[in-house]
């Protein structure tokens, strides 16, 4: 099976600073990614798919890069909102939909 | 508007079964498929399988083979998520999501992203 290894696992930044998390299959997957932020006690919500493709009502601080093997999620100004944990997720096959451990991000 | 409602929280004891509904409203239920992720207390996304609402083809997890099943009731517009043998170790919030992309084609060899997620249905296994 294929593994997804989001890295850092967590993460503590300020209002307004640009932050990047990593996301690293061990084998190619094209570009069939996808990116959810979960807040606290709430449902994830879909960011990002195809790697790099903006979900409808989604702030333009967020955008996704990468194919292949290595990805990456940005959020360009960090908001208050953004408190959140955001996970990658694979889904190059229709057996196999794994998602990525997890990156908590929280405000300095 | 487009939504998904799942039924209420469960107990249950060692070995025995759940079963959780997810009932779809605002869409086409059979033009889209459903998969089930579940979230232990504190830990990350587990996606567990998916089924198609157009035939009821179902994928299944590995580690869950054999202990789940995945229906549909086109006619409620209703998934449901059957999980035998339950462990502690089962103790979860479970989720239903809808794939981001109508079926185009039948047979597929590839997953989507979930746009649109149910509130989650905790599940507790205890003795």
């Known amino acids: 099976d294929i593994q997804m290894t989001q890295s850092p696992s967590s993460l503590s930044a300020s209002v307004g600073d640009r932050v990047t998390i990593t996301c690293r299959a061990s084998?190619?997957?094209?570009?069939?990614l996808a990116w959810y932020q979960q807040k606290p006690g709430k449902v994830p919500k879909l960011l990002i798919y195809a790697a790099s493709t903006l979900q409808s009502g989604v702030p333009s601080r967020f955008s996704g890069s990468g194919s292949g093997t290595d990805f990456t999620l940005t959020i360009s100004s960090l908001q208050p909102e953004d408190v959140a944990t955001y996970y990658c997720q694979k889904y190059n096959s229709a057996w196999d939909l794994t998602f990525g451990g997890g990156t908590k991000v929280e405000i300095k | 508007q487009v939504q998904l409602v799942q039924s209420g929280a469960e107990v249950k004891k060692p070995g025995a079964s759940v079963k959780v509904s997810c009932k779809a409203s605002g869409y086409t239920f059979t033009s889209y498929g459903i998969s089930w992720v579940r979230q232990a207390p504190g830990q990350g996304l587990e996606w567990m399988g998916w089924?198609?609402?157009?035939?009821?083809?179902?994928n299944y997890a590995q580690k869950l083979q054999g202990r789940v099943t995945m229906t549909t009731d086109t006619s409620t517009s209703t998934a449901y998520m059957e999980l035998r043998s339950l462990r502690s170790d089962d103790t979860a919030v479970y989720y239903c999501?809808?794939?981001?992309?109508?079926?185009?084609?039948?047979?597929?060899?590839?997953?989507?992203?979930?746009?649109?997620w149910g509130q989650g249905t905790m599940v507790t296994v205890s003795s």
């Open positions: 089924i198609s609402a157009y035939n009821g083809n179902t």
């Open positions: 084998q190619g997957i094209s570009n069939y």
């Open positions: 999501a809808r794939d981001l992309s109508m079926i185009v084609v039948v047979i597929t060899t590839k997953g989507d992203a979930f746009d649109i």
